[in-house]
């Protein structure tokens, strides 16, 4: 494994994910590490056995689709050459990026509508993708400027 700062910001993502990954296979309704109970939705699905299976359902078929993502980077930690963990992370920024496409827009409505809970946990969840986006950015630089 090549130790470089695109590897250092995918461990510190890695990390990231597996909580998530945990908290939603097996505390779905946590308010820690975006855990679904953030949403006022989740409890409220409980009133409905068929809605609420259906909001179990999307929320370990997301927990499924971040468990690959995150087997995946492992292999590519632990696998590719410094050339392929710069495009593995630009990748990175594109699809960390797509959350503001169609997440952001309607996190930010449930949050005006009082459908989350802490108030503002759009702003927060926001500024951390950001923070990852240019972290991942700032990995790329670093890695091009001092390969040379």
Same mark, same amino acid.
């Given at each position: /494994?090549?130790?470089?700062?695109? !590897?250092?910001? !995918?461990? *510190?993502?890695?990390?990231?994910?597996?909580?998530?990954?945990?908290?939603?296979?097996?505390?779905?309704?946590?308010?820690? *590490?975006? @855990?679904? @109970?953030?949403?006022?939705?989740?409890?409220?699905?409980?009133?409905?056995?068929?809605?609420?299976?259906?909001?179990?359902?999307?929320?370990?078929?997301?927990? @499924? !689709?971040?468990?690959? #993502?995150?087997?995946?980077?492992?292999?590519?930690?632990?696998?590719?050459?410094?050339? !392929?963990?710069?495009?593995?992370?630009?990748?990175?920024?594109?699809?960390? @990026?797509?959350?503001?496409?169609?997440?952001?827009?309607?996190?930010?409505? /449930?949050?005006?509508?009082?459908?989350?809970?802490?108030?503002?946990?759009?702003?927060?969840?926001?500024? /951390?993708?950001?923070?990852?986006?240019?972290?991942?950015?700032?990995?790329?630089?670093?890695?091009? #400027?001092? *390969?040379?």
């Amino acid at each position: /494994m090549t130790l470089n700062a695109i !590897t250092i910001v !995918t461990i *510190a993502f890695l990390i990231m994910e597996a909580s998530n990954v945990v908290m939603l296979y097996f505390f779905p309704g946590s308010r820690y *590490a975006n @855990g679904v @109970g953030v949403f006022k939705a989740w409890e409220k699905s409980k009133q409905d056995p068929e809605l609420h299976d259906f909001a179990r359902y999307l929320v370990n078929w997301v927990a @499924g !689709t971040k468990l690959i #993502v995150i087997l995946l980077l492992i292999v590519i930690l632990l696998s590719a050459r410094e050339q !392929t963990l710069i495009f593995s992370a630009a990748a990175m920024v594109v699809a960390i @990026g797509s959350f503001f496409w169609r997440l952001y827009p309607l996190i930010r409505k /449930m949050d005006a509508d009082d459908q989350v809970e802490p108030k503002n946990y759009s702003a927060v969840l926001g500024r /951390m993708i950001l923070v990852f986006i240019a972290s991942f950015c700032a990995a790329i630089v670093i890695t091009l #400027v001092s *390969a040379g």
